[in-house]
């Protein structure tokens, strides 16, 4: 490139973040981190939630600006005030939830802030068109200049935003998470793509939790935890292993410990279940049948997006079915209320506590009771039972070790995410339900809230419960588990034993390459 | 994190202060008015507003304009109580103002078409206005319509439709619907002995008692009940209200049907005293409704802050009306509509008194 | 028929302004049910100059001072809502209430003080305009103003502005998506700013333009009788896009001049309805319109929202 020639100033370094510290209230999110990006390269960031990622890339943005360090551009340093001086720098970045307009066009939302205009500020749309082809040509990227945003694929809105990025002449180019939306084909291609541009003289970094898919396309990896930089390794000589106890802390073993157990009588079965999709026309969840037992955690496993929102919302009756029997210890509740279920002995720890999970302006207490709050216990004649409810709320606060500010009188929005989800667990497993559907429980947990997380469900198995579980974690599928079942486009594809399986086998069935006849 | 809360940091100081500060502020705006226009008698008149039936020198003048300012005060805040019952369930009821015209309609059909008793009337009254909330409700719950702008729409529908329905029993000599008093008394409200206590006050009504104890009903109701918390629970997240098995729509329904009969009560609760009377050419609509916007927010959103909040406007803006002939009466709704302007700030002036600490905001924003 | 058509134009073309100028606030993304107080504020601009202008002034003058002044009275009037709303992230039904409440009660008591001013006697709140209005008229016997090509014109240019240049398109993403808009260096807050004073402009203008449309006097204690509203309806009905918009201003205009002059048509007479159901017609359409397309609204995806630097 040209650019690059030009501004190439004898820098080996294309950024270059030296000791940067960044101080909120009651935390240091970046204490003393050097992240260096050398000219085409692929750098892969890797870190867990909260290790100081996302501020690190709003320092680099202008969003926050540092207490301590400084920020070289190919060697030169520099003073980001906000995105716009990013921009001129030449970097820039696809957005994990991508920063794109749905009712515009893709040529619309590309040239959007950087729009060729004439002397009167109409725009020229042709000349911009004219580029956009030509740069969709050159890299790879096939898009239609004239789609509205709502109408693609998502894989096509990743493509817009990285040509949002090649329109801008960006030279330095940063991907945030960008294959947990994407299907393995088109996380196939994304990888095939970011190699092209490194080819083509980009720097590029690479955030991302995926150990698999650092090592497939990175060159080198810098890892932070807890705010704090860890250190940088060639992937090259590098093992997965080793990365995963850089990314936290110790050699993990995220194994449950959990005796065998033989699975009693059946307490939900499901025949022919099929739940409408609320995206598209056709149905999310196809014709899926299947037993979980007394004293048994079943795990639906499967990539983002292939139906489990739906399967839940079928089960739990947030969503009507559209064909299908559920039955829950012997009782036909395929039409029965969300309320009834929950009575009968269903308990729902959902995929996103902040839509569904919490009343995230209501007290603790009052979050505590959402479930029960109708009970003779907590209900009298209309009234709330003010002191039953803070007696109760006291005793599960205290039992779980559910952490907040005010105790019981605490607003929920207040408290940290680990201790949201724990008053969610707390709500549902002290209902003793016969079944605990438990969705995605650990999502953006520290490690420390996952094993408490994991050990509650072991111990509602144990206790001889039904234990439904729906997760996007492998590693979680496999410790965590009694038996799995991996679902791919709506469908059950395989049953798998987690004593035997491997993830390889695990991965060939979630990306939808194999399956069983069931 | 501390646990004790700083005097400043309680929620009633926070919700007094901020309050005091708006009236403050549309007091100075309307003296600084008063002051352009007239500089020599501004003192006396802003006084004149505050002072409202104390300006009177005697005591039945001062007894008759309180009896007056009480008549219309039970309105305002029946108004107020549905604007802020709609808006603790997280729907902005802008409608109280149709829903009230549907009251006065209904109501004065009951009274003077059908010459039912009083309580009948009332009820009428009530339960248009009910029908009318629920109908922006149902509008809101099952076909995602905006309850603002539906409320807004029917604003209007409804007031041409009362226009209608009461053009049959218009007093021509006057250009009014009937007086009550004269021809239908079985339809006014009664006084249950209260008239005696202000010099025999003709507008002193059962409306006034009832009015405020309709008020503590829905402080009760909100704070106190199951079916406020689910209704709550439904404002502030209907997904959430949803999975944990609450009738997440009817609630929605529910909730505009009982601010809508709010706001249709109140108009009986005025209309019914033969204080006032249905004009036959009524081309805006009334501002009642939107003034219970006003009270509802100067009360801190609160059923009994709504009380006095609902007495002070309907004071200052009685006052207004004994200014000196100089100063135009409508200073006292300049000042009320500076307040409620001032209202839409505190919101943010709170958020700023309380807002978490900004990590826990960060947080909050990763883990979605 | 003649008169039909002449208040229907005239009606028209009033919504037409206020409810682009809504347009604009809502594709910024701000919600603008200010619209009421804006008109009467922008009426009360043009009022005072028709009122203090000397007499003898050519008519050229007039119109182009009014217009200006409406302009300039209504934008002023709108700051109230973009600094509440963008600064402050207030809520936006509620400052738009205020307005409404406030620029009647103002425009009242700023007419009534300097009526009473100039004349102890005279405390109405009535601006007279017999011979000043006479200057927006295209023809002398018919009621065609000015003020209608002009809208015409604006109408075209409020279509090119939105959808053919860089500011339209900068505008319409702060109101769909703020966050995208922010992420490539548009700054949201100036944007929603610049829509919703274009909007104070528009609605002021439709404010001179409803008190001048057929009428010689203006009683300010009146405001502007819901028109504001309408033409909420209006830009609803036109789905927020521009000749849609004017299609609707068309049809509402309609209906508003039938509830005037219906009694001059045989036809209309024998229907026996009373003049209130044509008044009430274009709030019945507009709802049935919301109910029918809702799901699939094209309102900006983030009126409404307040816009939050810090949140992304």
Redesign the interface.
């Known amino acids: 490139m040209e650019n690059g020639q030009r501004e190439q100033g004898g820098s080996e370094y294309a950024v270059e973040m030296l000791h940067i510290t960044k101080r909120f209230p009651g935390i240091i999110a970046n204490d003393d981190i050097t992240l260096q990006l050398r000219k085409g390269e692929i750098h892969a960031l890797l870190g867990e939630n909260g290790a100081g990622k996302s501020t690190l890339m709003s320092v680099l943005f202008g969003l926050y600006q540092p207490e301590e360090g400084e920020i070289r551009i190919n060697g030169k340093k520099v003073h980001i005030n906000d995105p716009n001086d990013a921009n001129d720098l030449g970097i820039g970045m696809v957005h994990q939830h991508f920063k794109l307009v749905e009712c515009f066009t893709v040529l619309d939302n590309i040239i959007l802030g950087v729009e060729p205009v004439s002397k009167l500020g109409f725009l020229k749309k042709a000349e911009a068109r004219q580029r956009l082809i030509e740069l969709s040509r050159k890299y790879g990227l096939s898009v239609d200049p004239d789609a509205r945003i709502s109408d693609i694929t998502v894989g096509m809105q990743q493509r817009t935003e990285i040509l949002k990025m090649l329109y801008r002449e960006n030279d330095i180019l940063i991907f945030d998470e960008p294959t947990a939306v994407l299907t393995p084909q088109e996380i196939e291609e994304l990888m095939q793509i970011m190699k092209n541009l490194a080819a083509e003289g980009k720097s590029i970094l690479f955030i991302s939790h995926k150990l698999a898919e650092i090592m497939a396309v990175a060159d080198r990896c810098s890892v932070l935890r807890k705010g704090k930089y860890i250190g940088t390794v060639n992937t090259k000589d590098t093992t997965v292993d080793e990365l995963s106890a850089m990314m936290v802390g110790r050699n993990v073993n995220f194994h449950v410990e959990k005796e065998p157990r033989t699975p009693g009588k059946v307490i939900l079965k499901v025949e022919g279940m099929t739940v409408a999709s609320r995206m598209h026309k056709n149905n999310a969840v196809k014709n899926v049948s299947f037993e979980v037992r007394e004293g048994e955690i079943v795990c639906i496993a499967g990539i983002d997006g292939n139906g489990q929102t739906e399967f839940v919302y079928g089960l739990s009756g947030l969503e009507p079915l559209v064909s299908g029997k559920i039955t829950l210890g012997g009782k036909d509740v395929s039409k029965t209320a969300i309320r009834e279920r929950s009575i009968l002995g269903m308990s729902h720890i959902p995929e996103d506590r902040h839509k569904h999970g919490l009343v995230l302006d209501y007290t603790l207490e009052d979050n505590i009771v959402l479930q029960r709050y109708f009970e003779p216990d907590y209900t009298k004649a209309g009234f709330l039972r003010r002191k039953n409810i803070r007696s109760y709320a006291e005793k599960l606060i205290e039992q779980y070790d559910i952490r907040s500010g005010q105790g019981p009188a605490t607003i929920a929005r207040s408290m940290s995410g680990g201790n949201q989800q724990k008053a969610i667990v707390a709500r549902e497993i002290d209902k003793d339900p016969s079944l605990l559907i438990a969705v995605q429980p650990t999502r953006g947990l520290d490690v420390g809230a996952i094993e408490y997380i994991h050990k509650q469900l072991v111990a509602h198995r144990d206790a001889g419960k039904a234990v439904l579980l729906v997760s996007l974690e492998m590693d979680e599928v496999l410790d965590v588990s009694d038996r799995i079942l991996v679902m791919y486009e709506g469908e059950i594809v395989a049953e798998l034993d987690p004593k035997t399986t491997t993830p390889e086998e695990m991965g060939l069935y979630m990306a939808g390459a194999k399956r069983k006849e069931m | 994190m501390e646990k004790k809360i700083s005097f400043l940091k309680k929620p009633a100081v926070q919700t007094l202060i901020a309050s005091l500060l708006c009236i403050l502020l549309g007091l100075l705006v309307g003296f600084i008015v008063l002051l352009i226009i007239n500089p020599s008698g501004a003192w006396n008149a802003m006084s004149t507003i505050m002072r409202n039936f104390w300006s009177f020198s005697s005591a039945r003048g001062q007894i008759k304009n309180f009896g007056n300012t009480l008549a219309k005060t039970a309105p305002l805040l029946m108004c107020s109580l549905s604007v802020l019952f709609a808006y603790k369930v997280g729907l902005f009821n802008i409608g109280a103002a149709g829903q009230y015209v549907a009251g006065v309609g209904v109501g004065l059909y009951f009274a003077i078409g059908l010459q039912m008793p009083w309580w009948v009337s009332l009820i009428a009254g009530t339960l248009a206005g009910a029908l009318l909330g629920a109908l922006s409700g149902i509008l809101k719950a099952y076909r995602n319509v905006n309850e603002v702008i539906s409320c807004i729409m029917l604003n209007w529908i409804s007031l041409y439709l009362v226009n209608t329905l009461l053009a049959p029993y218009m007093d021509i000599t006057m250009s009014e619907t009937w007086s009550l008093k004269k021809f239908y008394p079985s339809a006014v409200l009664p006084s249950l002995g209260l008239e005696s206590l202000l010099n025999n006050h003709q507008y002193v009504t059962l409306a006034i008692p009832l009015a405020i104890l309709v008020a503590v009903a829905v402080w009760v109701l909100l704070s106190k009940t199951r079916l406020g918390y689910e209704l709550k629970a439904t404002g502030l997240n209907k997904n959430a209200a949803k999975y944990c098995g609450m009738r997440d729509r009817f609630n929605i329904v529910l909730t505009m049907a009982i601010a809508g009969a709010l706001a249709g009560m109140g108009a009986g609760m005025f209309y019914l005293t033969d204080m006032i009377k249905w004009p036959s050419t009524v081309t805006a609509v009334p501002a009642m409704g939107f003034n219970g916007i006003a009270a509802a927010f100067l009360g801190g959103l609160h059923p009994i802050g709504a009380v006095f909040s609902s007495f002070f406007i309907q004071h200052i803006t009685d006052g207004g009306s004994f200014m000196e002939k100089t100063y135009p009466s409508e200073i006292a709704g300049l000042i009320s509509s500076v307040i409620i302007y001032m209202c839409a700030f505190v919101l943010f002036f709170r958020q700023i008194m309380n807002r978490p600490k900004r990590h826990e905001k960060v947080k909050g924003g990763n883990i979605k | 028929m003649i008169l039909l058509i002449q208040y229907t134009l005239l009606f028209a073309s009033v919504l037409l302004l206020v409810a682009l100028g809504g347009c604009f606030s809502e594709h910024s993304g701000v ?1 603008n ?1 200010g619209l009421e107080g804006i008109m009467v504020f922008g009426a009360l601009g043009g009022a005072l100059v028709m009122r203090y202008l000397p007499g003898g002034t050519s008519a050229v003058v007039i119109v182009c001072l009014c217009v200006c002044a409406a302009m300039l009275a209504g934008m002023i009037y709108s700051l ?1 809502l973009a600094v ?1 709303a963008v600064n ?4 936006q ?3 738009g ?6 620029g ?3 425009a ?2 700023i007419v ?2 300097l009526n ?2 100039a004349n ?1 006697d005279n ?1 109405s ?1 009535t601006i007279q305009y017999v011979n000043e209005r006479k200057a927006f008229l295209m023809f002398d016997n018919l009621e065609f103003s000015w003020l209608m090509p002009l809208t015409l014109v604006l109408l075209i240019l409020a279509y090119t502005v939105l959808y ?4 339209g ?2 505008l ?2 702060c109101g ?2 703020p ?8 700054n949201v807050y100036k944007m929603r700013y610049a829509g919703v004073m274009t909007s104070g402009l528009l609605g002021g203008l439709g404010g001179l333009a409803y008190i001048t449309a057929g009428v010689s006097e203006w009683k300010f ?3 502007v ?2 028109f504001g ?2 033409a ?2 209006v830009m ?1 009905f036109g789905g927020w896009k521009p000749f849609r918009i004017a299609l609707a201003a068309l049809l509402f205009g309609f209906f508003r001049s039938l509830s005037n002059v219906y009694t001059g048509f045989d036809i209309l007479n024998q229907l026996n309805l ?1 003049g ?2 044509y ?2 017609m274009p ?2 359409i ?2 049935i319109v ?2 029918l397309f ?2 699939n609204s094209a309102a900006p ?1 983030a009126e409404g929202i307040p816009y939050d630097q ?3």
């Open positions: 919600i049910i109230l509440a402050f992230k207030a809520d039904t509620l400052v209430t205020a307005m409404n409440l406030l009647t009660a103002a009242t008591v009534k003080a009473t001013a102890p405390p709140a053919k240049t860089r500011f398109l900068r319409q993403a769909e998506h966050q995208a808009a922010a992420s490539v260096g548009i204690e009146n405001g009788a819901g509203f309408l909420l309806a609803i009373p209130t159901v008044n009430m709030y019945i507009s709802l919301l109910i809702s799901k995806k810090g949140s992304r």
